[in-house]
């Protein structure tokens, strides 16, 4: 019974040891996460399409290509990824993305003749943009998937 008592200290230390490490480390993604949020939220357009690009690349894309500015057909940025060719529509925004950055990669997706269409955003999606990507085959990588994609980049 000693022993068991005699442990009961040490056994509460190095649970608060490991409770403080774990609660560091929160704190450094948290603040880490924040600062590259509002970085990412306070981009010009332009600025975001090529911010995305690198993104991509960063995530195992490759011949990743920024179109032009205007004229795009709805597409800013084109790549590919394991054999698989990407139309991808970027939109930096403060508010929810509706359903014609949806309306506008579809067609671009077939206009520059690629397999897949995404629309890459720093917020998230309408109901309504869902429900049209769902019907269209078109894939919404929404602010928590950026997120996703900048971590794996570290």
Same mark, same amino acid.
Request: charged share 25%.
């Given at each position: 019974?000693?022993?068991?008592?005699?442990?009961?200290?040490?056994?509460? #230390?190095?649970? $608060? /040891?490991?409770? =403080? %490490?774990?609660?560091?480390?929160? &704190?450094?993604?948290?603040?880490?996460?924040?600062?590259?949020?509002?970085?990412?939220?306070?981009?010009?357009?332009?600025?975001?399409?090529?911010?995305?690009?690198?993104?991509?690349?960063?995530?195992?894309?490759?011949?990743?290509?920024?179109?032009?500015?205007? #004229?795009?057909? $709805? /597409?800013?940025? =084109? %790549?590919?990824?394991?054999?698989? &060719?990407?139309?991808?529509?970027?939109?930096?925004?403060?508010?929810?993305?509706?359903?014609?950055?949806?309306?506008?990669?579809?067609?671009?997706?077939?206009?520059?003749?690629?397999?897949?269409?995404?629309?890459?955003?720093?917020?998230?999606?309408?109901?309504?943009?869902?429900?049209?990507?769902?019907? =269209?085959?078109?894939?919404?990588?929404?602010?928590?998937?950026?997120?996703?994609?900048?971590?794996?980049?570290?």
């Amino acid at each position: 019974m000693e022993q068991i008592s005699e442990a009961w200290p040490v056994l509460i #230390g190095v649970c $608060g /040891v490991l409770l =403080l %490490a774990a609660a560091a480390v929160f &704190t450094v993604r948290f603040f880490r996460s924040r600062s590259r949020r509002s970085e990412m939220d306070d981009m010009e357009g332009h600025e975001f399409e090529y911010f995305c690009a690198d993104l991509l690349r960063d995530n195992g894309f490759t011949e990743v290509e920024v179109t032009r500015g205007s #004229g795009d057909y $709805g /597409v800013d940025i =084109l %790549a590919q990824k394991d054999g698989i &060719t990407y139309a991808v529509q970027c939109k930096c925004h403060t508010d929810p993305i509706g359903i014609r950055a949806v309306q506008e990669v579809y067609a671009g997706r077939d206009y520059y003749d690629r397999m897949v269409g995404a629309v890459m955003t720093n917020q998230y999606f309408t109901s309504a943009a869902v429900q049209a990507a769902d019907k =269209l085959k078109i894939l919404l990588w929404d602010r928590g998937y950026v997120e996703e994609m900048m971590e794996e980049r570290e």
